[in-house]
């Protein structure tokens, strides 16, 4: 009953953040701001595309929760962003979804694999296409990157790559609150056997 008091959570994480505070320099300052932005695209995004997947196979259970959105406020779970941040893992407010919506085109375990890989897959697509970005500001606006503000917006960018790597890889983890390697396994399988159709 105790350990279940969010109140007690919540303490125990108020002191993890005054204690990694308070011990920063002013260059761990400066990655604990970068980072930031990083962390609050990954989770968007991530937890984005699950909602976005259940429902495109016809699951509303996402879009009556409004999580079928990429304002950061409905997809951040407090603690986990706090972790993130602070202890280098965290989590997203977890979507939920009810298998028995999805239409028939795919099996209830179909359908969850797919939203399970839905997330990973997202972070891994937004981590090309920072470094794309982050390689074409460096290749046609290097004089930009040089300015103070240049150089801090080419760091968010490089943190926010190294984030969504971060988070799609750790979602691949095979533990059950993660999106699981197992689930996404049979994603891949899934869709190989479409293909050989």
């Known amino acids: 009953m105790f350990y279940s008091d969010k109140r007690f959570i919540y303490l125990i994480l108020i002191v993890i953040v005054l204690m990694n505070l308070m ?42 929760q409004n999580r079928l959105s990429l304002n950061p406020l409905s997809h951040i779970d407090p603690i986990g962003f706090v972790l993130l941040l602070f202890v280098g893992f965290g989590w997203g407010k977890p979507v939920e979804i ?40 460096f290749k046609f606006a290097n004089a930009f990157v040089q300015t103070d503000i240049g150089g801090i917006i080419a760091s968010m960018i490089q943190y926010t790559i190294i984030v969504n790597i971060g988070l ?18 049979k994603f891949l399988i899934i869709q190989c056997k479409t293909m050989a159709l």
Not at 40 to 56: P, Q, S, V
Not at 103 to 127: H, R
Request: aromatic content about 10%.
């Open 168 to 185: 799609g890889i750790f979602n691949l983890i095979p533990l059950p609150p993660l999106d699981r390697i197992k689930n996404i396994s």
């Open 98 to 137: 009810n298998p028995r919506n999805f239409n028939s085109k795919y099996s209830q375990t179909g359908g969850e694999a797919i939203v399970a890989a839905a997330g990973p897959i997202m972070n891994f697509i937004l981590a090309i296409v920072l470094t794309i970005v982050y390689c074409a500001i």
């Open 23 to 64: 011990g920063m320099s002013q260059l761990e300052w400066l990655v604990l701001l970068f980072t930031i932005p990083g962390v609050l695209i990954a989770i968007t995004f991530h937890e984005f595309a699950h909602a976005y997947a259940a429902t495109k196979l016809g699951d509303d259970t996402p879009m009556l």
